[in-house]
């Protein structure tokens, strides 16, 4: 591998919109909303405005599973955000989310709609409004919210450094995916230590840390996140393969894991949820990949 010729930082940076790779459409370095326009309300409490990427997932799994437990003001809607197109840089989307990113939640069941963004407060949100999936006894609750924080904060490794350089780059760079592939299976490894010895993240229940760190771990151990599974050689991490199966086997996980889907099979793909019916006409055998 050929590292490109040496960098070298001007004094203050100016934005090249050339120099983006396959996002170069969408990135850029202010905020705000780029048009004017409304977001879809549907006829639930709950309003999500989202995409099936490994962030959004979280929150389509943790809504589902809500409902299987019988809570019936978890129903909602889930609106398809095209990030590739933009639609996050609308006004609408901005006033739920002034970061731009999905997945971001609206709340329409209480006189005022409460808006909440980012998916780990979207997922404690939830979890403390339906008491679910958090455990309220001081210990257990440190440690699922420990690893809830510990995937937000470790999941941009994984994301914005090990998979972007290795999958999106318009440049392989040795450095930067050695970098962050070292970095990748330490946290693997963090991972397969605390699993070996527990079913679950936070302990012996499955919670919303499991739910977090799922979508990410899981679908990079099972082998469909990157397309990385042989270079990161993810059959070695025994007790994360075992807890990513287990999860896969939960009915909810594979309905959720549809919503807002926009790859693969055509009949794993579920691209606005707006009622429990609506996965009748697609399979709702567990998605794998």
Request: net charge negative; with cysteine.
């Amino acid at each position: 591998m050929t590292n490109p010729p040496e960098y070298t930082p001007p004094k203050v940076w100016a934005w090249n919109k050339e120099n983006g790779g396959q996002f170069a459409s969408i990135n850029r370095p202010i905020a705000g909303a780029t048009h004017e326009k409304d977001l879809p309300v549907g006829r639930h409490p709950l309003q999500l405005y989202s995409l099936g990427t490994p962030n959004g997932v979280k929150v389509t799994i943790m809504l589902e599973e809500l409902l299987a437990l019988g809570h019936t003001g978890a129903e909602y809607d889930a609106w398809l955000i095209k990030i590739g197109d933009g639609d996050q840089f609308s006004s609408g989307f901005v006033a739920v989310n002034p970061n731009s990113k999905i997945p971001a939640l609206l709340d329409r069941s209480g006189p005022k709609p409460i808006r909440v963004f980012e998916s780990g407060a979207i997922l404690m949100y939830l979890a403390e409004k339906f008491g679910a999936f958090l455990p309220t006894a001081p210990v257990e609750r440190a440690e699922c919210l420990s690893w809830l924080f510990w995937q937000m904060g470790s999941a941009p490794y994984l994301g914005g450094g090990f998979g972007h350089f290795y999958a999106y780059a318009p440049t392989k760079i040795e450095y930067a995916i050695d970098r962050f592939a070292m970095e990748v299976k330490r946290q693997l490894d963090v991972l397969d230590r605390r699993l070996a010895d527990n079913a679950y993240l936070g302990g012996k229940d499955y919670t919303i840390a499991d739910m977090a760190v799922f979508p990410w771990y899981g679908g990079l151990v099972k082998g469909w996140q990157y397309d990385a599974g042989e270079f990161l050689n993810v059959t070695e991490y025994k007790h994360v393969q075992r807890w990513a199966d287990a999860i896969l086997e939960r009915p909810a996980v594979g309905r959720g894991r549809m919503v807002n889907r926009v790859r693969g099979e055509l009949s794993s793909q579920l691209h606005e949820r707006h009622d429990a019916s609506d996965f009748d006409t697609k399979t709702q055998d567990k998605v794998t990949g």
